[in-house]
């Protein structure tokens, strides 16, 4: 297959036809251009050569890691321990251009940095974080993140995997359930009940009692793996404890970081699809029209163009209050609902304006659009970010 038509995502001009209709670009610092710019290319010549075929067999493009490790994209926006200390803003626009190619690589780069790596820097010991750090950022070490369980995500506290002491060690029991980079990860940062409340524990691959199967037959993030985790009396010692980790705060801290590059994320998915329907609709002739010469593709268009510019409005405000240290985690939530659900509208949309080949892998709108239904409900789905923000209105909380 060769992904032909996926070259029309292309970075190319940086006018409002690629998407970029308020030149949201000349808000950008020169280091954050630069930055954008190295990934956006990555992405047009190894990542969309390759992703359309990856999506179809199901299979993560694990070939693209070194280069991305290589590139200083994992972990990022943390300092020391061989990462690159970027800005919040870069490492949203390193997740934007990651996710123009395909939400799944982008779903293993925040996995990575802002699920793994970002709790060990932050509530780890300086013995987990020289173990763990400099290999993750080099991308010799994977992570994945459990928390999620079969009986459900959206509300953690019922979570069944249970931590119990036993001298210096802990035995852990239970399940977890939609882990990305579950069954390649050498490393799982588990979250487990205790009878001090939530805890969070490192549990290497090889430790018996640990094992994993992949869930098969996904028709979203296709390029991305998603496991099971199993825990049948694992044991864990005492050191592998993120010793600055107590309650479902810590959890949901990561998710806070995660979810700020997702907002991001979204916003790269949304401009291939315009992209390709722009290009789409300025080519094909109906009813003897060019279809970009109807008012009704004009105002889809046009409506695609609004959703976009909005997304990155706040995207970019969202970054840069993270940068000042004044963001907060509701704010995330408004933006991670807008931007996916602009995202998978857009998405939609391009798809339908395709006509027919529209539902081919061999356009990028469809694989977007499949990947946005995951994007939508991991990490908090949609109604729970609306409840999130009701309840910073409100002072009340309804779920
Ligand atoms: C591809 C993929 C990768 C993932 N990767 C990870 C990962 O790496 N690590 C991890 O821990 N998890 C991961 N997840 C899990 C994800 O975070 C959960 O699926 C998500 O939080 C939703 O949980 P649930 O599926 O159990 O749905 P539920 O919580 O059962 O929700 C079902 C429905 O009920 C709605 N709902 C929930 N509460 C309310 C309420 N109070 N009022 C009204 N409606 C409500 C929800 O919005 C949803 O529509 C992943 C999921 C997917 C699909």
Not at 13 to 38: C, N, T, W
Request: hydrophobic fraction near 40%; charge should be negative.
């Amino acid at each position: 297959m060769s992904g032909s038509t996926e070259t029309q995502s292309k970075t190319k001009s940086k006018g409002p036809e690629s998407g970029d209709f308020y030149d949201v670009r000349g808000l950008l610092g020169e280091e954050e251009k630069q930055i954008q710019d190295a990934v956006g290319r990555f992405v047009d010549e190894r990542v969309l050569p390759v992703i359309a075929d990856a999506f179809d067999e199901h299979r993560f493009p694990s070939e693209l890691v070194p280069e991305i490790a290589e590139m200083g994209l994992l972990g990022c926006s943390l300092e020391g321990y061989e990462c690159a200390g970027l800005s919040q803003v870069s490492y949203g626009l390193v997740c934007q251009e990651l996710e123009r190619g395909d939400s799944g690589l982008r779903s293993f780069v925040s996995v990575q940095g802002s699920l793994c790596m970002w709790p060990i820097h932050t509530y780890g010991s300086e013995e987990q974080k020289q173990r763990w750090l400099p290999p993750m950022a080099r991308g010799e070490a994977i992570g994945c993140f459990g928390l999620t369980e079969p009986d459900g995500g959206s509300d953690p506290a019922t979570m069944r995997t249970r931590a119990v002491r036993d001298g210096s060690d802990w035995i852990l029991n239970g399940a977890k359930m939609w882990i990305t980079n579950g069954s390649i990860a050498d490393v799982a940062i588990v979250w487990a009940e205790t009878d001090d409340g939530v805890r969070g524990f490192l549990v290497e691959q090889d430790m018996p009692g640990y094992t994993t199967r992949d869930i098969l037959k996904k028709y979203s993030l296709r390029a991305s793996i998603t496991s099971e985790l199993f825990f049948d009396g694992v044991r864990v010692p005492e050191s592998h404890r993120l010793p600055g980790a107590a309650g479902l705060a810590a959890p949901l801290g990561c998710l806070t970081q995660a979810r700020y590059g997702i907002t991001w994320g979204a916003i790269g998915a949304a401009i291939a699809c315009f992209r390709e329907a722009l290009e789409f609709a300025s080519t094909r002739k109906v009813f003897g029209h060019m279809l970009s010469e109807t008012q009704t593709i004009q105002r889809r268009l046009a409506d695609m163009a609004r959703r976009i510019t909005t997304a990155q409005l706040l995207s970019l405000q969202l970054g840069r209050l993270k940068d000042a240290g004044r963001m907060h985690h509701s704010q995330v939530s408004m933006a991670k609902w807008n931007n996916v659900r602009a995202a998978l509208d857009v998405a939609r949309d391009a798809r339908d304006i395709l006509g027919a080949g529209g539902i081919s892998i061999e356009f990028a709108s469809i694989r977007h659009m499949l990947n946005l239904e995951s994007v939508i409900t991991y990490e908090g789905t949609e109604t729970i970010h609306e409840l999130v923000v009701g309840r910073q209105l409100t002072g009340h909380s309804a779920f």
